[in-house]
Nanobody
């Protein structure tokens, strides 16, 4: 059973940066696709970024292109999301996801494993 645990959320002013981390365990998680989603109050969960198991292939939602960078360290079984130039619209709970087949699907139900989420709040 794969488990993922997020960390690194917090509060920051607009224009600031945060780095989210996700620790994965169980199964052959190093060969899994990993991704980040977010969910703001009253909104559906949306794809933020995804990365293939080698770390070479990445995908981003338009909202984060040029500002967010996803990376992974398979030796440490971890994936990170560096978020720069943050905006109040980025305020949400951020979730780490893992899947044996997916790495760029924007459909949350196609991802099998989820963390509990970490809150990111960006103030203006």
């Amino acid at each position: 059973q794969v488990q993922v645990v997020e960390s690194g959320g917090g509060s920051v002013q607009a224009g600031g940066s945060l780095r989210l981390s996700c620790a994965a365990s169980g199964g052959t998680v190093s060969s899994y696709g990993m991704g980040w989603f977010r969910q703001a109050p009253g909104k559906e969960r949306e794809f933020v970024a995804g990365i293939g198991w080698t770390g070479i292939s990445t995908a981003y939602a338009d909202s984060g292109k040029g500002r967010f960078t996803i990376s992974r360290d398979n030796a440490k079984k971890s994936v990170s999301l560096q978020m720069d130039s943050l905006k109040p619209a980025d305020t949400a709970i951020y979730y780490c996801a893992a899947d044996s087949a997916e790495w760029r699907s924007r459909t949350s139900r196609r991802w099998d494993y989820w963390g509990q989420g970490t809150q990111v709040t960006v103030s203006s």
